[in-house]
């Protein structure tokens, strides 16, 4: 095979304004994750996994607001609060979500991450929030909705 062959289908390189949409819809996603965690800490006071949970989701927007920065442009205002979101009747419940939750926010980084050639550094940030997710948080929720949770 010469130099230069196919080598089959190249995803296409994302535009200014496809990332911008990209960015957009994980950025909300994690905001969103925060509020509802935010508000099961406001209800059952600092409840495992939530207390740890939500600070990694902190973490998870903080680098996609930085994504924003290093372009120079502006970071969306986080359209969501605990007032905003679903309140839950027990932990169990709340755990329970939490898995819906964990599993929706890992197939949006599956989909955000197919199609387009993304940056470099966006790839990173996605693949290192969508591991947690998948690695950690989701665990903890799952073995939460079976009721085992202890106070922070």
């Known amino acids: 095979m010469a130099c230069g062959a196919d080598e089959g289908p190249v995803a296409p390189t994302?535009?200014?304004t496809e990332l911008a949409g990209i960015l957009l819809a994980a950025i909300q996603d994690e905001y969103?994750?925060?509020?509802?965690?935010?508000?099961?800490?406001d209800d059952f006071g600092q409840v495992l996994p939530f207390a740890n949970i939500v600070n990694a989701e902190i973490?998870?927007?903080?680098?996609?607001?930085r994504l924003y920065e290093n372009r120079g442009w502006?970071?969306?205002l986080n359209?969501?609060?605990p007032v905003d979101v679903p309140h839950f009747r027990?932990?169990?419940?709340?755990c329970a979500v939490g898995v819906e939750g964990e599993l929706a926010n890992i197939a949006l980084y599956d989909d955000l991450l197919a199609g387009v050639t993304l940056p470099l550094d966006v790839l990173q940030v996605f693949s290192t929030n969508r591991a947690a997710s998948l690695e950690h948080h989701l665990?903890?929720?799952e073995r939460c909705s079976e009721g085992v949770w202890?106070?922070?």
């Open 14 to 16: 994302v535009t200014d």
């Open 32 to 41: 969103h994750a925060e509020a509802v965690y935010e508000g099961v800490l």
């Open 59 to 65: 973490r998870h927007s903080t680098a996609i607001a």
């Open 74 to 76: 502006d970071v969306p």
């Open 79 to 81: 359209e969501w609060t």
């Open 90 to 94: 027990t932990i169990v419940q709340a």
């Open 139 to 141: 665990p903890a929720f």
């Open 150 to 152: 202890t106070s922070g």
